[in-house]
């Protein structure tokens, strides 16, 4: 069965800090790999999507992909308050289906 | 609007009973899901389509059944809903193989 693994949490970092929050996924021929924030209530909310191994930013945010190690991992930096939600990672496996992470619950602390 | 919608939002039934679940998006997307999301489990797929009268199972499709006869739309009725069919449900729709999923707000479904 293809799994995609993430701590449950709860993370908790200070404001201004950066977060960082780890997946691994079991299956070696994933492409696509997604990380999703839900805040408590709502709908999962797309935030980055990254498909090659390295590095990839969009403001705050920051994916790294490392295919090799089956992990990929989301950089908060300067985190605020309003970051604090669930995170899922989401692991495109074949065809268009997703297999999501269990989510990790981040706290920051003003 | 533009968007992806959910109906009900909100919805309480009676064991036994089917319910449909609703799902309606602007884009033209093709591809459509339906997802349950349970404390301890996660989001798991319950049903996906990839166009207009093209359905497949997910992970959890039994007691649950779905059609697409119009891009837009895509259903999801509880045949006889049972109390472990008490969850969230979402909708969700993507361009395609490359793009991520977009959400609907959620239904938040309970059997009693």
């Known amino acids: 069965q293809k799994e995609v693994e993430q701590n449950s949490g709860p993370l908790s970092v200070p404001e201004g800090a950066i977060a960082s929050l780890n997946c691994t996924y079991s299956?070696?021929?994933?492409?696509?790999f997604f990380w999703y924030r839900q805040y408590s209530g709502k709908s999962p909310e797309l935030i980055m999507s990254i498909y090659s191994n390295g590095d990839k930013e969009d403001g705050r945010f920051t994916a790294q992909l490392n295919k090799a190690s089956q992990y990929v991992s989301l950089l908060i930096r300067d985190s605020q308050p309003s970051d604090s939600a669930t995170y899922l990672c989401?692991?495109?496996?074949?065809?268009?289906?997703?297999?999501f992470g269990p989510g990790t619950r981040l706290s920051v602390l003003p | 609007d533009a968007g992806i919608t959910q109906s009900p939002r909100y919805k309480i039934t009676e064991t036994g009973r089917q319910v449909t679940l609703m799902c309606h998006q602007t884009?033209?997307?093709?591809?459509m899901f339906w997802y349950r999301q349970d404390l301890g489990h996660g989001l798991r797929l319950i049903y996906y389509?990839?166009?207009?009268?093209?359905?497949d199972k997910g992970e959890v499709p039994d007691g649950y059944v779905v059609s697409r006869s119009k891009t837009e739309n895509f259903p999801l009725t509880l045949e006889s809903a049972t109390r472990s069919q008490t969850s969230v449900y979402f909708c969700a729709s993507s361009q395609g193989t490359v793009y991520g999923y977009t959400f609907g707000s959620g239904t938040r479904l309970t059997v009693v």
């Open positions: 389509s990839a166009a207009a009268d093209i359905t």
């Open positions: 989401a692991v495109r496996t074949g065809g268009q289906n997703f297999v």
């Open positions: 299956d070696r021929g994933s492409q696509s």
């Open positions: 884009w033209s997307h093709s591809y």
